[in-house]
């Protein structure tokens, strides 16, 4: 009895009427790839009954290389994270690609995207704004590690900090400086979607409940900022033409700095509105800048990211979810509440 012929990705490229780059796109789930030639080359693939993850990684071979998209190229907490990533690959024959991705949305799935298209071994990604139905797919054909969100996926491993523990970390050390008109400056609707499980979601989530919880539910206020230090130091001068707060608790350091700025533009100090940022940046600890900020350790974050990666190319297939405990380090930029509120 002669064995049937496993079926080619020439095929499948053949029964659906594409090209053979058309059914290597939809396998590897690239960007740009239309929903009916994606229906087309799926129902080509289960007629067929065509094996893409293994002739995919066969016909790939290993690259030695790993790629780590990144949200916003300017911040310095990544930075962070891709030297903890670089230090953990000295001595490995892998090398890192970077993919910056400075917009939210759709800027995500093209970094990912370009870099599946690099045939990279393995993927790190940066809270990337796609859904965990499309990182499901893109780790069922390349190894993918997410830091930052907190997805529960079993197809792919996660890195994060206790977002929901730091930013109660903060607060709590607010209220111990007697204020209570907290204003929370964080990132636009849909990075904090309420259940997304992304940092900003997650920080902004508990500073609510943090406020409600000490009896301030009245004196909540959620500013929207983009994802610049120059975004967050307009959208401060405009809060501070509004009203002067006694606090705000900024989504990370970067707008923090914009923050910090801003308050000294508008003739205030520390003494007169309070500063938090989160992430800790290497710039923070500085005597001329002394921000009080959460510390998730960025790089102990991508040495992790990268070690659960490495695994999972050898072979694990288990999800592993590592999260960092943070640590609030109180400087200079947090005053006690001033015994007279600035109107």
């Known amino acids: 009895m002669t064995r049937a012929r496993a079926a080619t990705i020439e095929d499948v490229a053949r ?43 066969a016909m790939r071979g290993a690259t030695f290389t790993l790629g780590i ?47 599946a298209d690099r045939q990279v071994d393995g993927i790190v990604a940066i809270s990337p704004l796609v859904s965990p139905e499309w990182l499901e797919r893109l780790a069922g054909r390349v190894p993918v590690v997410m830091i930052g969100r907190h997805d529960r996926s079993a ?53 609510l409940a943090s406020m409600r ?24 001068l405009a809060l501070l033409d509004e009203e002067v707060p006694s606090a705000i608790f900024v989504g990370n350091d970067e707008l923090a700095l914009g923050t910090l700025r801003a308050i000294g533009e508008h003739g205030l100090s520390p003494a007169d509105v309070s500063i938090v940022g989160y992430d800790d940046v ?17 790089v102990a974050m991508g040495e992790q990211a990268i070690r659960l990666l490495l695994e999972r190319i050898a072979g694990r297939t288990e999800p592993v979810h590592f999260s960092v405990a943070p640590i609030l380090r109180a400087r200079g930029s947090t005053r006690p509440a001033p015994a007279h509120p600035i109107d």
């Open 282 to 298: 290497d710039i923070a600890s500085h005597p001329a800048i002394s921000l009080t900020s959460v510390d998730q350790s960025g």
């Open 69 to 115: 998209e990144l949200p916003h190229i300017g911040n310095p907490f990544f930075t962070k994270i891709v030297a903890g990533a670089t230090a953990t690959l000295q001595g490995t024959e892998y090398q890192l690609i970077i993919a910056p991705a400075d917009f939210d949305g759709e800027e995500g799935v093209r970094a990912l995207g370009a870099l």
């Open 213 to 236: 919880g000490a009896g301030f539910g009245d004196d909540i206020r959620v500013v929207r900022t983009g994802m610049t230090e120059e975004s967050a130091r307009l959208d401060t």
């Open 155 to 207: 197809a792919y491993d996660t890195v994060t900090g206790d977002d929901a523990e730091g930013t109660r970390l903060a607060m709590e050390h607010l209220f111990q400086l007697g204020h209570r008109r907290i204003v929370h400056l964080t990132r636009s609707e849909e990075v904090t979607q309420p259940g997304s499980g992304t940092p900003h979601a997650m920080r902004l989530e508990q500073y």
């Open 15 to 57: 029964e659906a009427g594409v090209s053979r780059a058309a059914v290597s796109k939809v396998i590897r789930n690239a960007y740009g790839v239309s929903p009916s030639m994606r229906d087309r080359v799926n129902a080509a693939i289960e007629a067929l009954d065509y094996r893409p993850r293994i002739a995919a990684r």
